[in-house]
């Protein structure tokens, strides 16, 4: 398990097998993870993730499995099996599905001798909006909910969370400074917001706790995605030449 870390990670949201290579061979030494999500997945199956492992870069399965305990413990199992450094289960499964994958997990690890991924949760996606969430009927506020799923989650043997840098503030206090807070809604200044609302930069994600920034479009979209990287990562670390 990995503590108190701060990396990028790289989300490589594209069909486009050579741009995943393009995008592999130029920031794999400048990465932390590179994250396969379900668009790639779902495009190129668990060969990409073969493929990325073989250029020595790390693979974070962005699948957010949510499903009976058996299937979703089977599914992380397969994950560990292909080698995958990092894996997310929705929290929301709750704790014999969560439970029942890191058991199951660990102990595929132990038997073939493999490194056990780092296990996430993800509490309520950073896309629901307010309203929407009333409509989902919890008779308890979004902030509670993620507080009481993140901590449901440490309980349940997950090394940390998927949440908006937000809610890192609260889950740190929450769940202390080994859990580890992975934080997407990531944009630089000079980046365009997209469809992203509930942003920060870089520098603001890891002032309010958080370990792991996602980002995707201002990296993968940009003419130089290793120049936006340094850019970015030198924001990381400090430097607010590079934040203007
Ligand atoms: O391009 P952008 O930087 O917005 O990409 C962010 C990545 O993080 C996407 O892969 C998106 O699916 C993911 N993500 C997110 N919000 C969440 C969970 C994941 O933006 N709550």
């Not at 309010?208 to 996602?214: H, M, S």
Request: aromatic fraction near 4%.
């Amino acid at each position: 398990m990995e503590n108190k870390k701060t990396g990028l990670i790289v989300a490589l949201d594209t069909s486009d097998r050579q741009q995943v290579e393009s995008l592999v061979t130029a920031l794999r030494d400048k990465v932390a993870y590179f994250k396969v999500g379900l668009q790639l997945f779902s495009t190129f199956g668990p060969e990409i993730v073969t493929w990325i492992k073989s250029t020595g870069g790390k693979v974070f399965a962005d699948l957010k499995l949510h499903d009976i305990p058996n299937t979703v413990a089977r599914a992380a199992v397969a994950l560990t099996g292909h080698r995958v450094d990092m894996l997310n289960v929705h929290l929301s499964g709750g704790p014999t599905m969560v439970e029942t994958m890191v058991t199951e997990v660990r102990k595929y690890a132990a038997a073939h001798d493999l490194p056990v991924p780092v296990l996430l949760g993800v509490t309520v996606l950073t896309s629901t909006s307010e309203t929407e969430y009333l409509q989902l009927g919890y008779n308890e506020s979004l902030n509670e909910r993620v507080v009481r799923l993140a901590k449901m989650g440490r309980e349940c043997g997950l090394d940390g969370v998927v949440a908006s840098p937000r809610e890192a503030v609260l889950i740190r206090e929450a769940c202390g400074s080994e859990f580890i807070i992975v934080t997407p809604g990531i944009r630089p200044r000079w980046a365009a917001k997209n469809d992203q609302r509930r942003i920060t930069t870089p520098g603001e994600a890891l002032n309010l706790g958080a370990n792991y920034l996602v980002v995707g479009r201002p990296i993968v979209q940009a003419g130089d995605p290793a120049a936006a990287a340094d850019k970015i990562l030198a924001e990381m670390e400090g430097d607010c030449d590079a934040a203007s």
